[in-house]
Every structure is written in C-alpha cells, then in structure tokens.
C-alpha cells in the first residue's frame, strides 16, 4: 500500500545545531508539505513544493529550508536549531487535481534544548 | 486572508450523546471545506469533504454541509462512541490542484463511556 513516512519519530537535539526531518512518500504525489504543530495554533504551514526542484514558503517559514530533488522525498531542515522550534512537525502530500485531499505522516517530535 | 475559525476544546460528552462543533471560515471564491481527524499519537486523516455550496460529507456517522450563506461547515454526529475521542481539524483550499489547506486551531473531543 503507498504511504507517507517520517523519520526520526522522536529527536532531541541542542540549540544551534542543524537537523534535518525526512518525509518520504510512494504516493507518487506532485505536492508535498510541512506543517508544524503547536498547542493554540493548530497546523501551520512551513514549506510546500509542487513538484521537483520546486518549494515555496509557506506561513511560518524562518529557519527553516527544503529541498525537492525527486518526487518521493522533502526533507526539512532547521538551519540552526532554537528553542522555540521544538513543536510536532508533520509532513503531507496530494495529487495535483481537484480533489486537493492531502495524506499526512504520524509526525516528527522535536525538542530543541 | 483565508481563515478558519473552530470552536474551543475541549468538547466533553457522555457515550451516545449527540455532537456539533462549529467551523466558519472566510476566503475568496468559492473554497472546497473538509474535516479532518487526529488520534492520539497519529497523524491527521480525512473525515469529510465538501466542494460546493449546499453540499453534505460524510463519514463514519458524521456529517457537515457546506453552507455558503453563513459561510459555516459544522461538523455533527447523532451518537458519539468512546473511539470518536480525537482531535478535529476543520480546513478549507482555494484553489483546486495546487492550493495549500489552511486549518482552523482544532477541537479536542473527549468522550466517556
């Protein structure tokens, strides 16, 4: 069956390093997404890309890149990661028609200490 | 900007009893409206959709209808069991193919037998 997995499930990692999450989908989707989660925010949008070597910014998307070099991966990388980045991070992907329903990951814990 | 808007959680019932929780938004055009679920220690999943205007989703006992003059997608359920107990996140898109969601803050619903 496809699917969209996300590694680590849980990561623990020190203010100012860099870390990357990695999303990874057999979908086959166009469009992939990185949402982070937050109590009293819901999901906000980080990073998206419709397609290879295409990403755009989403909402909240200081510190935080992407990279689209095939269809089945967006990894996301904190540049130099701060406290205030430790938050639920998932990633999702969808079809490009008219149906726009996107399919998410079990997420990524970060804690940023 | 394109905006929705959730009612507050936690939303506390008894087994069997009914559910509503309400979700208005505001956008452009005319958006597609969709509900989406979160488990506990899961990612968000599809509930129901709607593309138009005076149009009802369904799903899994729970209904929503598009209801443009009031620019509502209220979610309702007759008879709620313990396993409805979850996260739901009311979202909309603009733009169908390439079109992020932009999601409501979600409503925690807790449900005892």
């Known amino acids: 069956d496809a699917e969209i997995t996300q590694s680590p499930r849980h990561k623990i990692t020190e203010t100012g390093r860099q870390v990357t999450l990695a999303c990874h989908q057999t979908w086959n989707h166009n469009n992939m997404f990185w949402y982070r989660q937050d109590l009293g925010h819901g999901l906000r949008l980080i990073h998206y890309s419709y397609g290879v070597q295409d990403t755009n910014k989403g909402e909240v998307s200081d510190g935080y890149s992407v990279s689209r070099s095939n269809t089945e991966d967006l990894p996301l990388t904190l540049e130099s990661a701060a406290s205030s980045q430790t938050s639920v991070y998932f990633c999702?992907?969808?079809?490009?028609?008219?149906?726009?329903?996107?399919?998410f990951g079990a997420g990524t814990r970060l804690s940023v200490l | 900007g394109d905006s929705v808007t959730q009612m507050e959680g936690p939303v506390t019932l008894s087994e069997e009893a009914f559910l509503t929780i309400n979700c208005t938004y505001t956008?452009?055009?005319?958006?597609?409206l969709f509900w989406y679920v979160q488990y506990p220690g899961e990612g968000l999943q599809l509930l129901l959709k709607?593309?138009?205007?005076?149009d009802k989703g369904s799903n899994k006992g729970f209904e929503a209808t598009y209801r443009k003059e009031t620019t509502s997608f209220h979610l309702e359920k007759g008879s709620v069991q313990v396993s409805d107990s979850a996260v739901y996140f009311c979202?909309?898109?603009?733009?169908?193919?390439?079109?992020?969601?932009?999601f409501g803050k979600g409503t925690m619903l807790l449900v005892s037998p």
């Open positions: 956008a452009t055009g005319y958006p597609s």
């Open positions: 979202a909309l898109s603009v733009r169908s193919g390439y079109s992020t969601l932009t």
């Open positions: 709607a593309t138009k205007a005076d």
């Open positions: 999702a992907s969808s079809e490009s028609d008219r149906q726009n329903i996107q399919y």
